[in-house]
């Protein structure tokens, strides 16, 4: 398996402007997560899905930020409109429910500039 | 917030020496575990603790968990040069699968 693939790795944009970051979990996962990762907050969790379901979505920051899950095997992150204050990386995360490992497996991200 | 606490932030040894850092939560939770990330990729998984154990081990990797003082600690034994990079506690509460990430302990081992 080729594990969570995001795209893109990098992105620089103009404050603004749209961003939409893409996820496709490992086949078979039930769960996926975007989490965001800055220096001053550490690892923030934005929301999570269960079966393309958005669970939990309170640490989404606002309502720029949205999040979808149309089918089992890709996700998008969008930002609209982006601020300087979004950059950050992006990393989402994909597992089997409770009862089975519960590791989750990471994909390598996807580096946001907002000039 | 459930966010977990992990000491120290920073941790500089030399090759061979052990290293531990420890992680505090605030909630009940079900599962606990230990993720590595080295500098600019994602997070990797190393070990899962559930709540009713109390120490498991894997590899040069022991971790023990009390839930009463709502702690954790990871132990690496025997450490490299290739152990560099930061180490992350993640919960889960108690009923949900919202895994929530500690601050993060920078481990740095001098070869």
């Known amino acids: 398996d080729a594990g969570v693939i995001q795209s893109p790795r990098h992105e620089v944009t103009e404050m603004g402007q749209e961003v939409t970051l893409r996820c496709k979990p490992i086949s078979g996962h039930d769960y996926l997560f975007w989490y965001r990762q800055t220096m001053m907050r550490g690892l923030e969790l934005l929301i999570y899905?269960?079966?393309?379901?958005?669970?939990?979505d309170s640490g989404m920051p606002e309502d720029r930020f949205s999040a979808k899950m149309p089918n089992a095997s890709f996700s998008t992150l969008k930002i609209q409109p982006s601020e300087p204050r979004d950059s950050a990386v992006y990393f989402c995360?994909?597992?089997f429910g409770t009862g089975r490992t519960g590791e989750l497996f990471f994909g390598e991200g996807s580096r946001l500039t907002v000039l | 917030s459930q966010q977990g606490e992990e000491d120290p932030q920073a941790l500089s040894i030399q090759e061979g020496e052990n290293a531990t850092m420890n992680c505090s939560y605030k909630?009940?939770?079900?599962?606990l575990q230990w993720y590595r990330q080295n500098s600019g990729r994602g997070l990797v998984h190393l070990i899962l603790i559930r709540s009713n154990e109390r120490e498991k081990h894997s590899g040069r990797l022991r971790v023990t968990l009390d839930t009463s003082k709502k702690s954790s600690s990871l132990l690496i034994t025997a450490s490299r040069a290739a152990d560099t990079a930061s180490y992350f506690c993640?919960?889960?509460?108690?009923?949900?699968?919202?895994?929530?990430f500690g601050t993060g302990t920078r481990l740095k081992v001098l070869a």
């Open positions: 995360a994909s597992s």
């Open positions: 993640a919960t889960d509460k108690s009923g949900t699968y919202k895994y929530i």
């Open positions: 909630t009940s939770i079900n599962n």
């Open positions: 899905f269960n079966n393309n379901v958005p669970i939990d």
